[in-house]
């Protein structure tokens, strides 16, 4: 059954260092997102995007986020300059030919902000 | 606030018992899912029930949608020790169709 990867699973990193999580959501859906879950809390949305673009993004994807789909297979999301308030737990997700079908879940990236 | 709301917020049952959770949710809806998270995992899609549906089985699933309630329940019978997880509802939202999380209900099955 086709499924959603992310890598890497687990990334610590230094306040201020650039991160990268990569995404490779199910090869024919159109429309991906990314969410995050601080230990502990609910899961929150950051950004959907959808034909190259950004269809949607929260309060929280402020300037220092980004994401792209630079080959037609993954998918990243880019913290340009990282605060200890980043560790969390961040989800790709990708839904099929209708932003109201199920969303399938990447199993997740732990990042941790020294 | 567009976001489902679980409860109970902790729920602790005898294995081959049945688990009823809830859901309550603010706007109108298409569809209403249902997802699952065992500890410090991802999600997985359990789910899904459009708002013109008022039950659905899965196997050991049913969920119940009363719209003109703004609610829904997640019953899991004859529950498992591996059934033990975090359960929470979620609806799609605007154009992008981001989905909205409540706070989910943990649940706990003993053996």
């Known amino acids: 059954e086709p499924e959603v990867t992310q890598t890497p699973s687990h990334q610590v990193t230094q306040m201020g260092q650039e991160v990268i999580l990569r995404c490779v959501p199910i090869?024919?859906?159109?429309?991906f997102y990314w969410y995050r879950q601080i230990l502990g809390q609910k899961v929150e949305f950051l950004v959907s995007?959808?034909?190259?673009?950004?269809?949607?993004k929260s309060e929280i994807f402020d300037d220092q986020f980004s994401v792209e789909r630079p080959d037609g297979s993954n998918f990243t999301l880019k913290i340009r300059s990282t605060k200890l308030e980043d560790s969390a737990m961040y989800f790709c997700?990708?839904?099929?030919?209708?932003?109201?079908?199920?969303?399938?879940f990447g199993p997740g990236t732990r990042l941790t902000v020294t | 606030s567009q976001q489902g709301e679980e409860d109970p917020q902790a729920l602790s049952i005898q294995e081959g018992e049945n688990a009823t959770m809830n859901c309550s949710y603010k706007?109108?809806?298409?569809?209403l899912q249902w997802y699952r998270q065992n500890s410090g995992r991802g999600l997985v899609h359990l789910i899904l029930?459009?708002?013109?549906?008022r039950e659905k089985h899965s196997g050991r699933l049913r969920v119940t949608l009363d719209t003109s309630k703004k609610s829904s329940s997640l019953l899991i019978t004859a529950s498992r020790a591996a059934d033990t997880a975090s359960y929470f509802c979620?609806?799609?939202?605007?154009?992008?169709?981001?989905?909205?999380f409540g706070q989910g209900t943990e649940l706990s099955v003993k053996p």
């Open positions: 997700a990708s839904s099929g030919v209708s932003h109201s079908y199920e969303q399938y």
């Open positions: 090869s024919n859906h159109l429309y």
């Open positions: 995007f959808y034909n190259n673009e950004i269809s949607e």
């Open positions: 706007t109108s809806i298409n569809n």
């Open positions: 029930i459009r708002s013109n549906e």
């Open positions: 979620a609806t799609p939202h605007n154009q992008g169709g981001k989905l909205i």
